[in-house]
């Protein structure tokens, strides 16, 4: 395997009866799933996913690999984002924070580069930014929505010079997949999604 870690996150809307949840509301809701398959004891993918009141924040983060600290700099990644869960509400939050790691991540000397994709959903709402080749998808009935198709590969953050690639779109209509390239670049975009289709979200990531 050429990679050391497939890290994978969805999120879809779903009906509360399709989660077995009872509900007099029949409100939808966001229901997450994560993966993370270690293919080697050094792998560099890092996830979280935090709720903040009606706001789901999801990020992954992939150190580079080939070079020292990438692991330091995808864990420097997910925990700033974790700590900025309550003020991420905006394109543009996400797209600060990642500015701000830029500089944060070079500035640490045990710190090497990663890649970092950022997404806050509501159900209203689906907005981010990212660098990388980590990438976002909103896997619907229609299609897949690349969210990430114009995002910026090199450089990572850690550099100094990385470019963020903000996104947004008005409703997650479909499923989120977010994950690394261990997973994006070595999987077919056909198979991905038509796992990501299950409203088993859990056995989708699978």
């Known amino acids: 395997l050429k990679w050391s870690v497939i890290c994978v996150v969805i999120a879809g809307q779903c009906n509360s009866r399709v989660l077995g949840i009872q509900s007099s509301t029949q409100k939808p809701m966001i229901h997450t799933a994560q993966l993370i398959e270690l293919t080697s004891p050094s792998g560099q993918d ?87 080749d980590s990438g976002a998808w909103i896997v619907g009935s229609g299609g897949v929505d690349n969210l990430t198709q114009n995002q910026v590969r090199k450089p990572f953050l850690g550099t100094g010079t990385a470019v963020i690639t903000g996104f947004s779109r008005s409703t997650l209509d479909g499923t989120l997949v977010l994950a690394s390239d261990g997973l994006l670049k070595y999987a077919s975009r056909e198979a991905i999604a038509t796992a990501s289709r299950d409203f088993d979200l859990d056995g989708a990531a699978q």
């Open 46 to 132: 890092r996830v979280i996913v935090k709720r903040f009141g009606s706001r789901v924040v999801l990020a992954v983060a992939d150190g580079a690999g080939g070079r020292s600290g990438g692991a330091e700099a995808a864990d420097l990644a997910v925990a700033a984002v974790s700590r900025n869960v309550p003020i991420l509400q905006s394109q543009g939050d996400c797209e600060r924070l990642l500015r701000e790691l830029d500089a944060a991540i070079g500035d640490d000397p045990a710190a090497g580069e990663t890649t970092c994709v950022v997404v806050v959903v509501t159900l209203y709402q689906v907005v981010g930014a990212g660098v990388g």
